[in-house]
């Protein structure tokens, strides 16, 4: 089937310790975003790349940064985790068309900072 | 700026119908999106509407009136696995989601 999947499911890291979260898809889509959600808040976009071009969000913090080496994977890398950055990070792809742009999710990224 | 309002929460008894409603303001609209998020996993998608009007998918419905900005999703015969949140989104001219917070949605038997 195809679909978004996001590796690892759970992640723990350490204040300041560096962590890459994964995203790939099957789907063949075009357009990758990364979403940041806290409990009962709305996701909040962080970047997208639609094909190889990189979209960053104006509030999104440095030490949030991305890379999609090819169509179907895209990296999430915190460089220095906060206790802030404590949430659930989304990956959803879309094929940008004129008619819709429905967006596929990932079963996201459970991140623990200790 | 860019805002989408929906009702935080709301509780409904199992079997009946409800209605959740979402008011968005966006520069440029391209569609409104409904997600259904069950607590700790990611949105599955429900339902988009582009042109006025009301949307029937099974127990779901999903209605739109561009001119006032309002959109609601019905959901009919309630069923206990649909104690959820559901996120109202907006595609604004650049095709990004605007996301509202979400309604949480308990049910009751």
């Known amino acids: 089937d195809a679909m978004v999947i996001q590796n690892p499911r759970y992640q723990v890291t350490q204040f300041g310790k560096p962590v890459t979260l994964s995203c790939s898809q099957t789907?063949?889509?075009?357009?990758m975003y990364w979403y940041q959600q806290k409990s009962s808040q709305a996701p909040k976009l962080l970047f997208h790349?639609?094909?190889?071009?990189?979209?960053n969000e104006a509030d999104t913090p440095d030490n949030f940064q991305s890379r999609r080496p090819n169509t179907s994977f895209c990296f999430l890398d915190i460089r220095s985790p906060g206790l802030g950055d404590a949430a659930m990070y989304l990956c959803?792809?879309?094929?940008?068309?004129?008619?819709?742009?429905?967006?596929?999710f990932g079963p996201g990224t459970r991140l623990t900072v200790l | 700026g860019q805002n989408i309002d929906q009702p935080t929460e709301m509780t409904a008894t199992e079997g009946a119908i409800v209605q959740i409603n979402c008011t968005y303001q966006?520069?440029?609209?391209?569609?409104l999106f409904w997600y259904q998020q069950h607590a700790g996993e990611a949105p599955t998608f429900l339902s988009y509407?582009?042109l006025d009007g009301l949307e029937e998918k099974g127990r779901f419905s999903s209605f739109l009136s561009r001119s006032k900005g309002y959109s609601y999703l019905l959901l009919k015969e309630l069923q206990m696995k649909d104690s959820a949140s559901y996120l109202c989104?907006?595609?604004?001219?650049?095709?990004?989601?605007?996301w509202g917070a979400g309604t949480k949605l308990i049910i009751k038997p």
């Open positions: 959803a792809t879309s094929h940008r068309t004129s008619d819709s742009d429905e967006q596929f």
């Open positions: 789907l063949n889509h075009n357009v």
């Open positions: 790349y639609y094909d190889k071009d990189f979209n």
């Open positions: 966006t520069s440029g609209f391209n569609g």
């Open positions: 509407n582009v």
């Open positions: 989104a907006a595609l604004d001219s650049n095709y990004q989601l605007i």
